[in-house]
Every structure is written in C-alpha cells, then in structure tokens.
C-alpha cells in the first residue's frame, strides 16, 4: 500500500472549536430539513437568483451554508467557540494527516460561501453566513492533502498521501462516469444523480456544482429516500428480508396491480424541493400484497429517476450515457424497473458498490498510473423493455399528477406532525 483516498457522506456539517473539538453532532445533507426558516433569511438579504448565479444552486436545504447558519441561530453560546468547519472526509484528512483541507467540489456544496464561477470561496457572504469561521484551504480530489502523522501512522498501519471527496462523486469516479454527457444513478439509501456538463448549468429544481476533478462541472440531483423505502417496508413485513420481497414483487405485474407510490417519505430534494412533501400510496384495495407495496416503492424510485432526468435536460444537460452503482443495483428486478421506465440503458460495472473504490482510484492516480476500464470493466448493460414502455408511460402521466392533487393534503399533515 503506497496510497490512500478517502470518501464520506456529504454535504454535513461538523463545527469544531480552535483547538479541533467537535462542538456537538454534525448536521447531515438534505435529509435534515431543519434550516428551512435559515434560506429564506438567506435569500432576503443576498438575492435567491444571484446566489444560484454564484454559487450554481438554489438555496435549499442540502446546502451546507443554512445549516451553518441554524447552528448559529439556535445554539449561539455552542456557535461562538466555533473556529472550524469540516465534513466527514475532511475530518477523516485531518485525524490521519493532521492537514486541515477541503476539496473543492464539497465546497461548491456550501452555498452561498463558495463562488462557482471563481472557484473559491466567497469571502463578502462566508462573513455573512458563516462569521468567525476559519473556512479550509481548498484542494481537488486527485491532489494530496498530506502524509499520516506518527500517530494514525501507529493507530492504522497505513502509510503516505490522502485524497478524498463527498461519497456520490467517489461512485462516480469507481465507474468511470466522470465524462461529459454520462449520468450516475447511484443506488443507495437515497437515490443519486450526477450528470457531466462542459459548462456551468443551473436550475431552481436541481444542483450546479464543480465536479470532483479540475475542469469539470455536474448538474446534480437527490432523492431523499430509495433504499430506505424499501428497508421501512421490509421491517413492517417483519420476518420477510430484502431477496424475499424482491422475489414477490417479480410476481407483480408492472404497475403494481394498480397500485401508485409517491416516494416522498422523508420530504423530498430534487426536483421538487419540498421538505414537507410526504408518501402518498394510491389504489390500495384489500387484494394487494406485500410483492405489490415492494413493487411500487421500486417503481416510485423509478418516476423519479425519470422526473429527475426530464429537469436536467431541461435544464440543457445532454445525457449520452448511463451507469449505475450501489448497493441497490445487486439483483436485476430494481435497475430493470428503471430502464423500463426511463427508456434508458444502464450500464453496470463489475464493482457497484464503489465510493471506496473511487477514494482508491484517486490514491493510485496520485503515485502511478490507474485506469479505471482496467480496475471496473463493464459487466453487463441492461436494456428497457419495449413491452413495457406504454404501461409505465401511462403510470409516469398519473405520478406527475399525484403530488400537485395531494400536495395541500400533505402539507397540512406535515404541520401536524411537526406540533
């Protein structure tokens, strides 16, 4: 072992003080909703359309400036000994080489402390949003953010240099979906988009970022839930794990039996940008089955995928070319769904569960030559069924209709829930 790369979820936050203590529990991605009251201050005061001009994205709760700036608001005395900010990477640097860094495309998740246009940070609103924090000097993946201390060098064994970004852009790099027109559907607890573009894109429903190496740039997405559709599913069928379920809805025909899934079960990121949307299950009759529920959480995930897709290309994305990865993409049921859905090929390499292997990738590319069609051959490509193309199109019509009927329902819910 000559090198290491490192990955984490993202984009968190961990405030630590002067001395790099954690203040309290870091805050996690979109899924924490919290910092919702935090954008619309935001916003007031720097303008919504020039921080997505800047920064590429809209404010919205993924951002990891709002989520600063509740820290701030609601645990002042906390907030005032804050000297530092790290993300799970990052923070993983740091106790191995002692280096306090941050890779660029984490930054580019800060909004609206980091300027994508310049590719730096922006010092006028990191004052505003984030005062008194001593924001890290920036690297890109590929580069070396230093060597193992004495001490993590006793503690692991390991030796030489660290790279390391956000966990999603770490897949894409294990695959090879890095280049201008590919779109990474990374199957996990939520799903995950990042599509390549040779120029900065924005728009209000997605995320402009840069990319994970120099020069390139992603118009990204997020679902809030997949997998975790599907594992709350299976612990209510107690007894019943993942391969059983998956084998039951195979037995379902396509469309559930007429069964219809909104998978807004934890709010929902792109495209709709809803924190208080909320699963909505149409056409429940006392005949459906569990194979049937399981069906349309999987289907549901993929009227996203697709709803997504229509928003990048509207947006002026060009998507050439699909690969998929995760864990979600073990057995064939789930990804075939998606292609029948969204019309589209997926790709699938022989690796899918890569955000490790990516984070490697990066520490060989660092001291040698790695090619990653060498390391992660494609392993087989899964088509749309043509067969089933008119029945999904006509499920896709009524998916986009569901959450406009259901959405003042829900909302009202949601406030209920919150009391």
Not at 262 to 286: C, H, K, N, Q, W
């Amino acid at each position: 072992m000559t090198a290491v790369g490192v990955s984490g979820m993202g984009p968190c936050v961990l405030l630590t003080d002067e001395h790099d203590t954690p203040l309290r529990p870091a805050v996690l991605y979109g899924v924490d909703t919290r910092s919702v009251r935090q954008i619309e201050r935001i916003e007031a005061r720097l303008g919504a359309e020039e921080i997505m001009r800047r920064g590429g994205s809209a404010l919205t709760t993924q951002a990891a400036g709002p989520k600063i700036a509740w820290i701030a608001d609601e645990e002042p005395g906390l907030y005032a000994r804050a000297r530092r900010l790290y993300m799970p990477s990052s923070w993983l640097v740091r106790k191995l080489t002692g280096a306090y860094v941050l890779d660029h495309h984490s930054a580019s998740q800060c909004t609206p402390l980091y300027d994508t246009l310049a590719g730096e940070w922006y010092a006028p609103w990191a004052a505003e949003v984030a005062p008194g924090i001593d924001l890290p000097p920036l690297r890109w993946s590929g580069e070396a953010a230093g060597t193992l201390t004495a001490e993590a060098a006793r503690e692991t064994g390991l030796p030489a240099g660290i790279p390391g970004t956000i966990d999603a852009w770490a897949e894409a790099l294990s695959v090879g979906a890095q280049h201008t027109g590919d779109l990474m559907l990374m199957y996990g607890t939520t799903m995950f988009l990042i599509h390549t573009v040779p120029k900065p894109l924005t728009s209000p429903s997605l995320w402009g970022t840069v990319g994970a190496l120099p020069g390139t740039r992603n118009l990204a997405g997020g679902m809030a839930t997949s997998g975790a559709v599907t594992t709350w599913l299976r612990d209510l069928f107690a007894g019943t794990d993942h391969a059983e379920l998956t084998r039951l809805a195979g037995e379902s025909a396509p469309g559930a039996n007429g069964l219809l899934m909104l998978p807004y079960f934890s709010g929902e990121r792109t495209p709709i940008m809803d924190p208080d949307a909320r699963g909505v299950i149409a056409g429940l009759t006392l005949s459906h089955t569990r194979g049937d529920l399981y069906r349309a959480a999987l289907e549901a995930t993929g009227f996203g995928i697709r709803h997504n897709v229509e928003v990048i290309e509207a947006a002026g994305g060009d998507i050439r070319r699909v690969v998929a990865v995760g864990g979600g993409t073990q057995g064939s049921l789930w990804t075939q769904i998606v292609s029948d859905i969204t019309g589209r090929p997926q790709e699938l390499r022989t690796i899918t569960i890569g955000a490790a292997y990516g984070g490697a990738l990066l520490a060989a590319q660092l001291v040698g030559d790695a090619c990653v069609d060498d390391w992660n051959p494609v392993r087989e490509t899964v088509m749309p069924r043509p067969e089933n193309a008119a029945r999904y199109d006509e499920l896709y019509t009524l998916y986009r209709r569901l959450y406009p009927q259901t959405t003042q329902t829900v909302h009202a819910l949601a406030a209920l829930q919150e009391r």
